[in-house]
């Protein structure tokens, strides 16, 4: 009997736990969304710039300003390989929060390298519930799975003191 109350509070707690990885996720979209119009607006005018300027893409005007003698231009290129190093990273993250399923999101959300950003997402955050019916789904059959795994030496030590 203990060991039932113990599987359905463990359960609920962890199905709280885990039907959070997809509203984080929305929050870390919602977070990453006007940094990435920004950035776009920026790489948008690198290409026109190139085009306007005869340069095929923006790749091909930034390593022609990088081989500029001058150190200002230089450097200014420079800043503009970074910003579309990060225009590229930031694509790369929001297709796999927004596209991603559910153990993708939360094995990105979750790695080291995100922990900075993560925090400052989790400023904001409030806890919800989804509104996708697969993220519900994988959000229960997780908490199953984890709260039978966790459960399970509790059964069987019961079981074998309750035979003895």
């Given at each position: 009997m203990i060991v039932n109350l113990l599987d359905k509070l463990l359960f609920g707690g962890i199905l709280l736990i885990v039907l959070q990885v997809p509203v984080l996720s929305d929050?870390?979209?919602?977070?990453?969304?006007?940094?990435?119009?920004a950035t776009k607006h920026q790489v948008?005018?690198?290409r026109s710039n190139a085009?306007?300027?005869g340069y095929p893409d923006e790749y091909?005007?930034?390593?022609?300003?990088?081989?500029?003698?001058?150190?200002?231009?230089k450097d200014?290129?420079?800043?503009?390989?970074?910003?579309?190093?990060?225009?590229?990273?930031?694509?790369?993250t929001l297709s796999t929060?927004?596209?991603?399923?559910?153990f993708e999101r939360a094995w990105f959300i979750s790695s080291p390298t995100q922990w900075k950003t993560l925090e400052k997402v989790l400023v904001n955050f409030k806890p919800g519930i989804p509104l996708s019916i697969n993220d519900l789904v994988y959000s229960v059959l997780i908490a199953?799975?984890?709260?039978?795994?966790?459960?399970?030496?509790?059964?069987?030590a019961f079981i074998s003191?309750?035979?003895?």
């Amino acid at each position: 009997m203990i060991v039932n109350l113990l599987d359905k509070l463990l359960f609920g707690g962890i199905l709280l736990i885990v039907l959070q990885v997809p509203v984080l996720s929305d929050h870390y979209v919602q977070y990453l969304s006007g940094y990435y119009e920004a950035t776009k607006h920026q790489v948008e005018g690198f290409r026109s710039n190139a085009v306007r300027h005869g340069y095929p893409d923006e790749y091909a005007m930034i390593n022609d300003l990088l081989q500029n003698p001058n150190a200002v231009i230089k450097d200014d290129a420079r800043q503009k390989k970074q910003t579309l190093m990060e225009f590229d990273k930031l694509n790369q993250t929001l297709s796999t929060l927004i596209h991603g399923n559910y153990f993708e999101r939360a094995w990105f959300i979750s790695s080291p390298t995100q922990w900075k950003t993560l925090e400052k997402v989790l400023v904001n955050f409030k806890p919800g519930i989804p509104l996708s019916i697969n993220d519900l789904v994988y959000s229960v059959l997780i908490a199953l799975l984890l709260s039978t795994l966790l459960t399970l030496p509790l059964r069987v030590a019961f079981i074998s003191r309750a035979r003895a």
